[in-house]
């Protein structure tokens, strides 16, 4: 059982920046793709980006390309969302998960583990 725990979230104006942190409570993430998801209320969650652990690919969702970066401590176990240039559409819960996958899967559903949500709220 992989437990994750992000944290990071919080208020920002539009253009800003926030870093999200997301900590697991195995040993090591070899092996493991990690994935960051976001909710609005009312839509469904969606896929930001994720990172194999092993070899480093990442994969990202067109609408924060270029703006959101996902990145690793391997010392620390733990995985990184940074993101700039905020826009009030990113508000949302965002979640960490993890899966054992050999791909980044883009759908929740490839994903067996997960965070408990951090909110993030971009004000205009």
């Known amino acids: 059982q992989v437990q994750l725990v992000e944290s990071g979230g919080g208020s920002v104006q539009a253009g800003g920046s926030l870093r999200l942190s997301c900590a697991a409570s195995?040993?090591?993430?070899?092996?493991?793709?990690m994935g960051w998801f976001r909710q609005a209320p009312g839509k469904q969650r969606e896929f930001v980006g994720g990172?194999?652990?092993?070899?480093?690919?990442?994969s990202y969702a067109d609408s924060v390309k270029g703006r959101f970066t996902i990145s690793r401590d391997n010392a620390k176990n733990m995985v990184y969302l940074q993101m700039n240039s905020l826009k009030p559409e990113d508000t949302a819960v965002y979640y960490c998960?993890?899966?054992?996958?050999?791909?980044?899967?883009?759908?929740?559903?490839?994903?067996?583990?997960w965070g408990q949500g951090t909110q993030v709220t971009v004000s205009s």
């Open positions: 998960a993890a899966d054992r996958s050999l791909f980044i899967p883009t759908q929740a559903r490839g994903y067996d583990y």
């Open positions: 195995i040993p090591s993430l070899s092996g493991f793709t």
């Open positions: 990172l194999r652990w092993s070899g480093s690919s990442t």
